[in-house]
């Protein structure tokens, strides 16, 4: 679990396998003009039962969100058998989120561009969102005073108070925020990570962090800023960086972005954004009743209705099935 510790600062630790630094205070604005979110239609997602949860963005050929479908549009498998929905609904709602940040000392030159960005992220989404900042080098800092905030001045004091400096612990920060984000009232979860470089410091690998965001809801998001020089000099190493992240993003159903350069990160920020409020949720409790903990592929079909052509869905590529032994 993270662990947020009261002091002048706040401590985030990883699990058993890290023991967290000390974090700072959150400060955050007033919010941006946004509609409230709907309020689910009679029903919420309950966690007592085995229900397995996808977020799907359905998007056109010219990469536009698809809306007003309905249930019947939508096919799911799991293992290549159909299952039944359970759910299914189409709207704006609040979410949980953590925003991962870079903090090493590669991005000393790019940090005030992602502080900016960051803020617009939060400022453009919903107005009920509940958030978290997470900064990370060589370990890694939940930097909100509580869990979680809605407060956008306690947001924007955390960014401020960025150092850049260290190396980049990018698993150890990704598993960590995971773990912090069970503990969101929302249903809905989603990360946003920005990073500039390779992972060159977690005790845990690229591997464990995919399987830790296939064993959750969250819908992981990034974007990697490599300067010029990076992608010269260290190219097997900024390949191997990009490749962490569109594994991340894949197998969660989320995106990764590659600005040119750190001035672009805001605009992409915005487009985050927007991705994470026009999604579907779908729900069903699986067939397979097996407790075996293996990992289990997910499909999602949509059949356009008339006039509308091709439509592309993207959402998670699977997840685990809580184990018999662990409970989990």
């Given at each position: 679990m993270?662990?947020?510790?009261r002091?002048?600062?706040?401590s985030?630790?990883l699990?058993?396998?890290?023991?967290?630094?000390?974090?700072?205070?959150?400060?955050r604005a007033?919010?941006?003009p946004l509609p409230?979110?709907q309020?689910?239609s009679?029903?919420?997602i309950?966690?007592?039962?085995d229900?397995?949860?996808?977020?799907?963005?359905?998007l056109?050929?010219?990469g536009?969100?698809v809306?007003?479908?309905k249930?019947d549009n939508?096919?799911v498998?799991?293992?290549?058998?159909?299952?039944?929905?359970?759910l299914?609904?189409?709207?704006?709602?609040?979410?949980?989120?953590?925003?991962?940040?870079?903090n090493?000392g590669?991005?000393?030159?790019?940090?005030?561009q992602?502080?900016?960005?960051?803020?617009?992220?939060?400022?453009?989404?919903?107005?009920?969102?509940?958030?978290?900042?997470?900064?990370?080098?060589?370990?890694?800092?939940?930097?909100?005073?509580?869990?979680?905030?809605s407060?956008?001045?306690?947001?924007k004091?955390g960014?401020?108070?960025?150092d850049?400096?260290?190396?980049?612990?990018?698993?150890d920060?990704?598993?960590?925020?995971?773990?912090h984000?069970?503990?969101?009232?929302?249903?809905?979860?989603?990360?946003?990570?920005?990073?500039?470089?390779?992972?060159?410091a977690?005790?845990?690998?690229?591997?464990?962090?995919v399987?830790?965001?296939?064993?959750?809801?969250?819908?992981i998001?990034?974007?990697?800023i490599?300067s010029?020089?990076?992608?010269?000099q260290?190219?097997s190493?900024?390949?191997?960086?990009?490749?962490?992240?569109?594994?991340l993003?894949t197998?969660t159903?989320?995106?990764?972005?590659f600005?040119?350069?750190?001035?672009?990160?805001e605009?992409?920020?915005?487009q985050?954004a927007?991705?994470?409020?026009?999604?579907?949720?779908?729900?069903?409790?699986?067939?397979?009743?097996?407790?075996?903990?293996k990992?289990?592929?997910?499909?999602?079909?949509?059949?356009?209705?008339?006039?509308?052509?091709?439509?592309?869905?993207?959402?998670?590529?699977?997840?685990?099935?809580?184990s018999?032994a662990?409970?989990n």
């Open positions: 993270l662990r947020a510790a002091s002048a600062r706040w985030f630790a699990s058993a396998f890290l023991v967290a630094a000390a974090a700072v205070t959150l400060l007033q919010q941006a409230p979110p309020e689910p009679g029903y919420a309950q966690r007592d039962v229900l397995v949860v996808l977020h799907a963005a359905v056109n050929s010219r536009q969100f809306p007003g479908l249930q939508f096919r498998f799991e293992d290549k058998v159909e299952q039944k929905l359970s299914f609904r189409e709207e704006d709602v609040a979410v949980s989120m953590g925003l991962i940040i870079d090493s590669s991005m000393r030159d790019k940090i005030a992602v502080k900016t960005a960051a803020m617009t992220f939060v400022k453009v989404s919903n107005p009920q969102d509940e958030t978290f900042i997470v900064n990370f080098n060589d370990d890694f800092y939940l930097d909100t005073v509580s869990d979680f905030t407060n956008l001045d306690e947001l004091d960014l401020d108070r960025i850049a400096r260290g190396s980049t612990a990018l698993y920060a990704v598993i960590g925020s995971l773990d984000l069970k503990k969101g009232r929302r249903d809905k979860k989603v990360l946003l990570l920005i990073s500039d470089g390779v992972d060159n977690s005790r845990r690998t690229l591997t464990d962090a399987r830790e965001a296939q064993k959750s809801d969250a819908v998001y990034a974007i990697g490599f010029d020089d990076d992608l010269k260290n190219r190493q900024m390949r191997k960086a990009r490749g962490a992240l569109i594994d993003t197998a159903g989320g995106l990764a972005f600005p040119e350069t750190a001035n672009e990160t605009a992409l920020c915005t985050i927007h991705d994470i409020r026009n999604q579907y949720t779908l729900a069903y409790s699986p067939t397979n009743l097996s407790r075996d903990g990992f289990r592929s997910v499909m999602v079909d949509v059949t356009p209705p008339k006039g509308i052509g091709k439509l592309l869905v993207r959402t998670r590529t699977g997840y685990y099935p809580r018999a662990s409970g």
